[in-house]
Structures are given as C-alpha cells and as structure tokens.
T-cell receptor, first 112, second 109 residues
Framework: DTAVSQTPKYLVTQMGNDKSIKCEQN?????MYWYKQDSKKFLKIMFS???????INETVPNRFSPKSPDKAHLNLHINSLELGDSAVYFC???????????FGSGTRLTVV | TQLLEQSPQFLSIQEGENLTVYCNSS?????LQWYRQEPGEGPVLLVT?????EVKKLKRLTFQFGDARKDSSLHITAAQPGDTGLYLC?????????FGTGTRLQVTL
C-alpha cells in the first residue's frame, strides 16, 4: 500500500498553462506539505496544512495555490506556468507531535 | 531561510570502504533527522536524534547528534552499492523542517 501518493509522476506542459498535482495519504496523519526540489537537489517547503488549515505559506508566487478538501488530500494548483517552475515537487505528511515525515515519490514538472 | 551545511557534497567510494558525512549549523535544534533519497523517489527517513550526544545505530549506519545540538554525523561502515543515494540531514520542529544541502554518495563494486 502506498502511504503518500502523488499524481502525475511526470508532467510536461507549455508556458502559460494551468496544471494541478494531486496528493493523498493513507497514514491518518494530520499534517501535509508541499516541497519543491530544485536542480541542485535542495528541498524547500512551500506549504503546510494541518487538518485542512493552512499553517505555513512560504514565499512562493501566488500562482501556486494549495487546496485541501480533507486531511488526507492536499492538491497543488499552478496558474500561468513559467520556465522557472520546472522542478520536482514532493508531497509529504506527518503527525503533529511526532518527528518524521513520509514523502511521496515526487512529480517532475517540466515547463517548455 | 536557515541552512544546514553538509559535507562532502559528493562522495564516490568503492564497496567495503567506510565514510562519514557531516551536517553543521550555527543554530541549535530540538531534533535532527537523516533521510536517504534514491533517484526518482522521495526522501525516506532513516533516523531521528533528539538528545545532545545521542548515538543511534541502524545496521552499518551510525548517527550522532552533537553535544550542543548544532551538528550531526552519519558514519557508514563497509559501504555497499545499495547505500548509493542522496543523504539529507533535516532539522527543526514538528511543524517545519530545514533541509541540509545534501551529500550524494556513489558506491561502486
């Protein structure tokens, strides 16, 4: 059973398009995250949701909008995609009060 | 953004060799975690250390948290090709993580 699953695994799209990445976790965790990994493999947090409530919103363009319909899902919608948005995006989950995060396998976004 | 500096950035060794990866910061953290990331996958948690001076062992991997809780090390004994991957140290609180700069390890036969 996949603990944190993201779809799609790969996404190639043209500049200016709008796209969404979906994430679901079946661990019963109460907190979910989106991270961006750049070409140098550095991971940076974008958003964090706890029980559907936004608790971390790092400095990212407002073209990025997270949506959490329930605590098991955290989707990422990106408007007007730009070349610089190309990266690998990871969804993760954790249980508040416990250390340790479970990551999805990532979505490689390529904007052309 | 706070950074955790890892060294070395890249390491290529032969099977059977020993190695140590370092993770350093000027800040004090309540906990520190080590993850390994393989190509095409997300990071996988290896260990969490929370007490200054703490040492944890996971088979051939030994993790140490510095006494002042500002640094950590990962020592691998008799490295195997399966140890190949990107090693990340991560520190912070339960609500926010700060990721290290990463160490890419390649173990060859």
């Amino acid at each position: 059973d996949t603990a944190v699953s993201q779809t799609p695994k790969y996404l190639v799209t043209q500049m200016g398009n709008d796209k969404s990445i979906k994430c679901e976790q079946n661990l019963g965790h109460d907190t979910m995250y989106w991270y961006k990994q750049d070409s140098k493999k550095f991971l940076k947090i974008m958003f964090s949701y706890n029980n559907k409530e936004l608790i971390i919103n790092e400095t990212v363009p407002n073209r990025f909008s997270p949506k959490s319909p329930d605590k098991a899902h955290l989707n990422l919608h990106i408007n007007s995609l730009e070349l610089g948005d190309s990266a690998v995006y990871f969804c993760a989950s954790s249980q508040r009060g416990y250390y340790g995060y479970t990551f999805g396998s990532g979505t490689r976004l390529t904007v052309v | 953004t706070q950074l955790l500096e890892q060294s070395p950035q890249f390491l290529s060794i032969q099977e059977g060799e020993n190695l140590t990866v370092y993770c350093n910061s000027s800040s004090v953290f309540s906990s520190l975690q080590w993850y390994r990331q393989e190509p095409g996958e997300g990071p996988v948690l290896l260990v969490t250390v929370v007490t200054g001076g703490e040492v944890k062992k996971l088979k051939r991997l030994t993790f140490q948290f510095g006494d002042a809780r500002k640094d950590s090390s990962l020592h691998i004994t008799a490295a195997q090709p399966g140890d190949t991957g990107l090693y990340l140290c991560v520190a912070g609180t339960a609500s926010k993580l700060t990721f290290g700069t990463g160490t890419r390890l390649q173990v060859t036969l």
